[in-house]
């Protein structure tokens, strides 16, 4: 495997699904071992080192050296949709679908901040980020129609980026 997704969805029940079907430490592992993942959503919040907002019981992947703060935007009857100038990603702006989303409130010094919002509920938060072969967003770019985000993964597994 090259490459893995980490999809939106509520992350307290993929850590547990991650730890009752006994995928959590290997995946962790092979994040460690440099496996290139991309989360989106929930999938960020798996990668992040550090949780604000998290369940008790919550554990992470971890790998990127960020602080993320889930739900940051509200709740699901806030979502919005934003367009946002990505580092990488040429171009229009790219569209970015923001659900029950959470942001970046720190990051380490090995991670490359690509998106902020610009506009919107808390103009200027962290919405995307990259550290080696690990990349992450906010946002859900499948629901818009728009690929350069995944493509932009397809570059960091293929060492293109």
């Known amino acids: 495997m090259d490459g893995l997704v980490l ?6 029940t993929i850590d547990k699904l991650l730890r009752i079907f006994g995928l959590f430490t290997p995946l962790k592992d092979a994040i460690a071992g440099g ?3 991309y989360g989106s959503c929930a999938g960020m919040i798996l990668l992040a080192d550090r949780i604000v907002g998290g ?3 919550q554990q992470t992947l971890g790998g990127l050296d960020i602080t993320v703060r889930r739900n940051a935007f509200g709740r699901q009857v806030d979502s919005f949709e934003t367009d946002l100038e990505v580092t990488g990603i040429s171009g229009p702006p ?3 679908a923001f659900i029950r989303a959470p942001v970046v409130d720190e990051v ?3 991670v490359q901040v690509l998106a902020r919002t610009s506009s919107g509920p808390g103009a200027g938060r962290i919405v995307a980020v990259r550290s080696g072969a ?3 967003t906010s946002f859900h770019p499948e629901i818009t129609g728009d690929v350069r985000i995944h493509q932009l993964f397809v570059r960091i597994v293929s060492k293109e980026f």
Do not use: F, I, Y
Request: no cysteine; proline share 14%; aromatic share 0%.
């Open 7 to 12: 999809p939106g969805g509520e992350s307290t």
């Open 35 to 37: 496996l290139a993942v």
């Open 55 to 57: 369940a008790l019981d």
């Open 94 to 96: 790219v569209p970015a």
């Open 108 to 110: 380490g010094p090995q």
């Open 134 to 136: 690990l990349l992450a």
